[in-house]
C-alpha cells in the first residue's frame, strides 16, 4: 500500500513535520510520502488561495498512479470535494477525519486553530460533516511547539468543558501525545486520523475484490 500526502500549503517545515508524524504512525505497516503544492502560499488564508491551487491539486491526483489513497493535510481540507470528485482512489481531508473520528469518542470536542481568522471555517466544516453538534468552540495556539498547543488545549476545555481536543493544523502533527498525557483526555490529530481512514480504505476495496 502506498500513501501520497499532499501538503496545500507550500512550507517545507510542514512536510518535514506530516512526514515525521506518518512514517512514525505507520511503522513500516506502508509506505507513505509527502508532496507540498508549489503554487501554494505558504499557509492557507483564504478561499481564493484554495481555489488557486486547485488545478496542480487535481494534476497530482489524476497523474500520480503509483498511489492507492490521498490525503490532504491542511486542516481547512481545501478543495476536498472536487478532489473526491476527481479521482478513482480515495480522498481523505484531515479536518474530516479528524473531526468524525473524534465524534465516535468525544461527547463533545473543541479544535485548536492557528488563527482567529480560521474558526468560522471550523464551524462550517464541522456543521457539513455532520459534527456540529458535538464541536463545541475552537482556541487559538500562540505557537506550534507542544507547549503552546497545551495551553490552547487547557484553554477549550475551561472555556467549553469538551471531553476531547481536535489538533487544528498539520503543524500540531507532534503534538498529539504530549499534549494528552498532560491534559488527561483524548487527542485527535489529522495526518493519524486520516491514515486509519485511508489505510482502512484502501484494505477494504482489496478485500472486496477478493470474494
Known sequence: MKILIINPNSDENTDNCIRKKAQAFVDGACQVEVKHIASAPKLIASYEHMAGELPEMLQIIREEKEYDAFIIACHSDPNLDVLKEGSDRPVVGIAEASMKIASMYCNGF????????????????????????????????EGDDEESVYRAACEAVERYHVDGIVLGCANYALADSYVEEKLGIPVFEGVACALMIAMGMVSYERYKRKK
Open 110 to 141: 473543541a479544535i485548536l486553530s492557528p488563527s482567529v481568522k480560521s474558526i468560522p471555517k471550523k464551524w462550517t466544516l464541522a456543521e457539513k460533516y455532520h459534527c456540529g453538534t458535538l464541536y463545541r468552540g475552537a482556541a487559538v495556539c
